[in-house]
């Protein structure tokens, strides 16, 4: 099947690339663009594994074709640190020991930054809700959870700081 | 997935000169059914028409007399847009219920009604809101009320080359309330074994409109006319309700399933309906 062109923004710079159109947006960021921290779980929406920002928008890359991403704005876990500085959230995921395989991992940090980036002090329960689309086999959740709000904390700490 | 072409029209014209002699072709909003069920191999599609570039299907706006939902417009728009909150809160519920919250960021309501699954938790809401379906073809623009929307598991009333525009929703009289409830034996993210959709207006004491349709419990969702005429004209009491809730038990036809029993489901009909119409009702 003859591919497509695509241009996106990918974690705040412009990118461009040829897609087929059956490639799926996990595909395109794995395989084409070579960033490989969004993980393939499940494959069919279930896990979240694979979750990035599509303009903005909590999604599951999986199910997102890479040709709908034409003229939008993507952001993987690549674009969470800054430099070599790591972003709260994944800073708490280490030091909350809340990953063992990983794979997970970067779908976890993806949609909790979502969450505390509108709305920076949210109850367990509601945490625990949002993430509810992200599912981890190993780890267990608790510390997942201890770990987001010990990076919502600090967050809401560093802006008071400001 | 197997190779297929993509175009993203940005008109209904161009959508519809798309689909035209293609009956294979496939619409592709929030893709969580569609992209899933190719990538399953549960379907194959020689042509995916995304109509989330026309501006039609992917607008909310308040209009004289009711509120126009474009078609692909996601749960998670649905569900924190000021105009349905305000106006039309069982609809932002039910938004936040289908799915994670990723998936929300995808799929739409107009999916939902499209996908026609029996268990769609949006339609029994859809039905007792009132809501049309405005759809486009080659033959224009038609209307379909959203009870006569689905006609199988997992068939709809859209002709050949047509596609769902947006749906429209009465504004709520004063007085009107709606509600839907269902059971799920998880707390999120899963399917409705019984689900309830309910909505009464009550004017100086007297219910004045009443609707209920129910998820999961036929092939189709399924419109309860008989409750209408039962409430109509009646004050709200508990033996009202009571016998509404009898009305969507005995209209159920539930099949048995690795989710529940028929016997069970029918029960639940029965407790919901009581539960959602007691809350709409109050």
Known sequence: MKKTYVSMELNGEPVEFLAEPSQTLLECLRDTLHLTGTKEGCGDGNCGSCCVML?????????????????????TVEGMATGAKLHPLQKAFIDHAALQCGICTPG???????????????????????????LCRCTGYDKIVRAVQAAAKEIREEKQAQ | MKPFDYVAPTTLDEAVHALAGNPAARVLAGGTDLLAQLKGGRRETPLVVDVKRIPDLLSIRMEEGGLRLGAAVPCIRIATNPDVRAQYPALAEVASLIGGTAIQGRASIGGNLCNAAPSADAVP???????????????????????????APGKNALGEGEFLVDLFLPKPAAGFKAHYLRFIPRNEMDIAVVGVGV????????????????????????????????????????????????LAEAAAKPISDMRAPAEYRRHLCGVLSRRALTAVLQ
């Open chain 2, 125 to 151: 809401l859809l039905i007792v809101l009132s809501a049309v379906a405005r759809v486009a073809g080659p033959g224009g623009i038609r209307e379909i009320a959203v009870e006569d929307f689905c006609v």
């Open chain 1, 108 to 134: 976890f940090l993806v949609a909790a930054k979502a969450l505390l980036d509108q709305e920076p002090d949210p109850s367990e329960e509601r945490i625990r809700l949002w993430l509810a689309n992200n």
């Open chain 2, 199 to 246: 909505s009464a207006t009550v004017t100086d004491g007297q219910i004045t409109t009443a609707r209920l349709a129910l998820a999961s419990v036929a092939p189709t969702p399924l419109f309860v006319r008989e409750v209408t005429e039962a409430l109509v004209g009646k004050a709200p009491s508990a033996e009202a309700i009571a016998g509404a809730a009898a």
């Open chain 1, 55 to 75: 303009d903005g928008t909590l999604v599951t890359s999986c199910l997102v074709l890479g040709v709908e991403a034409e003229g939008r704005t993507v952001k």
